[in-house]
């Protein structure tokens, strides 16, 4: 069984560039959320993605949106970079919508704003 | 008030130290409760959930005490390998998110 995969690892931006950001989410798993850690904090929630529907939505603008796909796996896209926006981004994925086992996340993407 | 706070670290402490983490949160419809760990630059792992009545898991022991929305991790007899940040996280029913606290980074040295 495969755990969840992001792409890329790493990624360097210019301010007001946009980006993509892809997660598979673990086989059999139909929700798909995503985080933004900036150093030194807890992951903050961005938005997380049921059965191609956003599910709910955190404290963030609306350039930050997302898609997810038939088969379950989701992207992230951030438009008009800001250097604020450098951090971890970290998707997790979940055979349900709630939250009651926690989360296995993927090892994530390291995104650098200039 | 944040919705998750922990100690503010770092904790140094030498190898074979007993070592506990505090934890409280603001949301008392919050029904899930979990440690995680991340190590330097890595995805967080979960480490363990924490159940009402208390649960040990080896060197581990998390508490909760509902009532005074606290929660707690113990690590005993503290390996060299045990060092990295632990983040409490809670999660409120019908809430399809899980909050994070800042974490707690611990150090062990020799």
């Known amino acids: 069984e495969t755990g969840v995969t992001q792409s890329p690892t790493h990624l360097i931006k210019t301010r007001g560039q946009q980006v993509t950001l892809r997660c598979s989410s673990q086989?059999?798993?139909?929700?798909v959320s995503w985080y933004q850690q900036a150093l030194g904090q807890g992951p903050q929630f961005i938005f997380q993605?049921?059965?191609?529907?956003?599910?709910g939505r955190g404290n963030f603008p609306p350039r930050f949106s997302g898609l997810q796909f038939p088969n379950y796996s989701s992207e992230l896209n951030v438009n008009a970079l800001e250097l604020d926006d450098s951090a971890l981004y970290l998707c997790?994925?979940?055979?349900?919508?709630?939250?009651?086992?926690?989360?296995?996340f993927g090892s994530g993407t390291r995104l650098t704003v200039v | 008030r944040k919705e998750v706070e922990q100690d503010p670290g770092p904790f140094n402490v030498p190898e074979g130290a007993t070592v506990a983490f505090n934890c409280t949160y603001s949301?008392?419809?919050?029904?899930?409760f979990f440690w995680y760990r991340q190590d330097c630059r890595k995805e967080p792992k979960l480490l363990m959930s924490?159940?009402?009545s208390g649960n040990e898991d080896g060197r581990f022991t998390a508490q909760l005490n509902r009532a005074s929305q606290y929660i707690s991790l113990l690590i005993r007899d503290s390996k060299l390998s045990d060092s990295a940040t632990y983040l409490c996280?809670?999660?409120?029913?019908?809430?399809?998110?899980?909050?994070f606290g800042k974490g707690t980074m611990l150090l062990v040295s020799p």
């Open positions: 997790a994925s979940s055979p349900t919508q709630d939250t009651l086992g926690g989360y296995t």
């Open positions: 086989s059999g798993h139909n929700t």
């Open positions: 993605y049921y059965r191609e529907e956003e599910n």
């Open positions: 949301n008392s419809a919050s029904q899930s």
């Open positions: 924490v159940y009402s």
């Open positions: 996280v809670v999660n409120a029913q019908g809430y399809s998110t899980l909050t």
